[in-house]
């Protein structure tokens, strides 16, 4: 195996989902009403707030549904940081929630109110293999400025410049094999020449597919644990990609 390039997921992979799931949403989730109403002149938040209400007005979910009749009913209006909210709780990644999501925690990580909890092995690893001559990439369902968020305001300090490539899910679903293809193509390599590391199997699944060397990333409080027929790994310490080994 010769590999040149490792393609990193965030969570569950080099921070616990703990963060994401128990701090930034929730975090988020609590700013949201002050957030619009202190921005409610700012053309770029008028957009997105009109991208929300698009999204609601086809919004089938009962809850959505309900939440549109007792707004409308109650102020004459419709409350559309309550749908946002709403979105949080069911986990719908909206784009225009995902943008307005990124800004709030922008403010939260500029005012010291958030950093990014990183494995304990994880830094170190990202310094070796840079200094070894890897190429790091990001691949997560996070945005990229809210990746970069993540890596910048981390409990190891700014880890950003270790990273030559940020993907979202703008290049595709992490399901899909197409992804993987796509982005070797975007960092000019085979496939082949990619070591992907995730926790989850069907991502891990579709990146072999493609072509990519995976890793299953086994961590401790991972939600999933079924690595199916790919090799585990718990602690980055010990891998070596260019030499093909941990």
Same mark, same amino acid.
């Given at each position: ?18 963060? #994401? ?23 770029? *938040? ?37 749908? +946002?909210?709403?979105? *949080?709780?069911?986990?719908?990644? +909206? ?7 990124? $800004? *709030?925690? $922008? ?24 200094? @070894?001559? +890897?190429?790091? @990439? ?20 700014? +880890?950003? %410049? ?31 020449? #990619? ?14 597919? %493609?072509?990519?060397? #995976?890793?299953?990333?086994? $961590? ?8 199916? %027929? ?6 980055? $310490?010990?891998?070596?990609? @260019?030499?093909?080994?941990?």
């Amino acid at each position: 195996m010769s590999i040149t390039h490792l393609l990193l997921d965030i969570e569950g992979t080099t921070c616990p989902v703990t963060f #994401v799931a128990e701090v930034l949403f929730p975090y988020a989730r609590k700013a949201l009403p002050a957030f619009l109403a202190s921005h409610a002149e700012d053309p770029e *938040i008028q957009d997105l707030v009109a991208q929300a209400e698009e999204a609601w007005l086809n919004d089938d979910h009962p809850s959505a549904i309900a939440l549109r009749s007792q707004s409308i009913q109650a102020e004459g209006a419709t409350d559309i940081g309550a749908y +946002l909210q709403n979105l *949080i709780d069911r986990d719908v990644k +909206l784009t225009a929630l995902k943008d307005l999501q990124g $800004r *709030i925690w $922008r403010n939260g990580y500029a005012q010291g109110e958030l950093v990014a909890p990183l494995y304990a092995d994880v830094a170190e690893s990202l310094q070796r293999w840079h200094k @070894a001559g +890897l190429v790091l @990439a990001v691949y997560s369902s996070g945005s990229v400025p809210a990746q970069q968020l993540l890596y910048g305001h981390s409990t190891a300090g700014d +880890l950003r %410049a270790l990273f030559s490539y940020w993907f979202d899910t703008r290049v595709g679903s992490k399901q899909d094999e197409s992804s993987y293809r796509s982005i070797a193509e975007q960092m000019k390599l085979e496939p082949a020449d #990619v070591l992907f590391i995730s926790d989850s199997l069907s991502e891990l699944e579709a990146a072999a597919s %493609a072509g990519m060397a #995976v890793l299953f990333s086994d $961590r401790e409080g991972n939600p999933g644990r079924d690595s199916g %027929a790919f090799e585990r790994i718990s602690n980055y $310490r010990r891998l070596h990609p @260019a030499n093909g080994s941990q």
